[in-house]
Structure formats: C-alpha cells, structure tokens
C-alpha cells in the first residue's frame, strides 16, 4: 500500500466534524439547565429556556423582513437582554451582527451604518438624539426596531414597531442551525475612529468559540457563574463573555443605573454623568 492510509475513507462527516461556533453554546444551556436564570434585568428574570425561545423568535422576525447571510444588523443598546439576543438570533440566519458603540455621535454613527451596509437597525430610545440624526446622514432608509425598555429613561421612538412586538412576530420554534463553514463572519466590530473614520474588524465563527471557550479558562469560570455586566458588548462584543456566560449556563446581569468610574462602562450611566461623544 501506497500513500497515508489516514487520508483515505477519514473524510468529515456529520458524525465526526461539526464547524465551531458559539451558536452551539444556546441550546445546550437551554436543554440542560432550562429553568435556570439567563437573565436578570430590574425585575425581569428569563430562564435558558425562555431566552432560547426570545432569541429563536428574533431570528425569525428578522428573517421575515428578508435578513439573511451576509446581512449586516446594527444595534445600538446598553447592555441590556436585546443586545444579548442579538449575539444568538441574529448570526443563526446567517447575518453579521453590529453592535454600536453607544459612545460615539450621530456623523460616526451614520459613517459605521453606511460602511457596515446595514440592513436594518435596532435601537434603544435612549439615543433616539444621537440615531435620528445619524439616520438622516445617512442618506438610505433602512427599517428601525425600537428598544423600549422600562428600565431605562426612554427616548423618542423612530421605528416601525418596538422590540418585543417585533420578537411576538417571530416562532420561538425557528430552526437552529450552526453555519457550514466555521470562518463565516459572526459580527462586525468598529474603533471610535478618534483619529479617522472608525474601522471595521471581522469576528469569525471560529474566532468567537474560541475566545468564549478561552474565558472560561483564564477565568478559571466554574458552572453558572453569575456576570455582572459593566464591560460593554458593543467592545469586541464584550471580549465574547455574552457566548461564554450561555457555555456555562450562567447568569446576565444588566443593572441599569450604575455609577460607572470609566467611560466605558457599558451599562447606562447616571444621568448626571453621561460621557461626551466619541470617546471609546
């Protein structure tokens, strides 16, 4: 015999190769730890198997409205439960999620919107002052989801429908699927852009399982760790914590009115203390 024998009849197969991607992270949590506490915002307490279901009824939603692989979505959201489904429901269809710097102004919003060719955008009120301006810079209408949250000071809505209307149109049945190819693009980062136009950085599927995974190790993370979310999501979607706490079957905490010490705090700001524009 001739050649490697290890390169004949070994090829990938369902039963042996399944691409790595932080999609797979959801629905184990939800299987086997389904009325555990995913989420804590205010008063609201969501279990794995409710927010499975939150995050299979966005994909959905966002499917019905024609997003599909390699569509942009943009959000622009504290470190609320919306932002946190996004990283699930809307890089299963296929799509690239664009979480948005809650820091920046209206002209590097606008810029991020057009470079980033987003399909569609989901916003909290809150920056209603700084997303109606950036939209009518940015030349295209594009359809807007409205994050009205309770737990925060509100804002002017500019959308179409709010968030939770949005989610009742979608099936919380909607298939769950990993993507074909482990080097898809799962969510699409930018710089403040202080010295120049912001600048875009691609995450992989690969990449993000990994690091999620690498967090769990570094932290020296034991099952259902409860975090406290003050790093923002929108910063290298939150180092890829919002991937690690689902491996682990944890516990979100998004506390909405802390007193952050830096401007990168990600949860919302006091309303005495809201940082300038444009800082990172």
Known sequence: MSGNPYESGLDRNPANYTPLSPLSFLPRAATVHPEHTAVVHGPERRS?????????RLA????????????????MAPNTP???????????????????????????????????????LITDTEYAPIIKPALAELGRKIPVIDIVDPQGPGGERLGETDYEAFLEGGDPENPW???????????????SGTT?????????????????????LTWGMGPHPVYL??????????WC?????????????SPPWPAPTSACAGSRPRRSTRPSPRTA
Request: charged share 15%; net charge neutral.
């Open 48 to 56: 794995w198997a409710e927010t499975y279901a939150r995050c299979r």
């Open 60 to 75: 959905s939603a966002l499917s019905k409205r024609g997003i599909g692989p390699g569509d942009t979505v943009a959000v």
């Open 82 to 120: 919306p932002l946190f489904e996004a990283h699930f429901g809307v890089p299963v269809l296929g799509a690239v999620l664009n979480a948005l710097n809650t820091r920046l102004d209206a002209a590097a919003i606008a810029f991020i919107l057009e470079h980033a060719e987003a399909k569609l």
């Open 177 to 191: 699927s990993l993507p074909d190819d482990e080097w898809r693009a799962i969510s699409l980062n930018y710089t």
């Open 196 to 216: 120049g136009n912001p600048k875009g950085v691609v995450y992989h599927h690969r990449g993000a399982y990994l690091n999620a995974i690498g967090n769990v």
């Open 229 to 238: 979310w003050t790093l923002p999501m929108f910063h290298c979607n939150g």
């Open 241 to 253: 914590f919002p991937w690690t706490v689902a491996a682990m079957a944890g516990t979100n905490v």
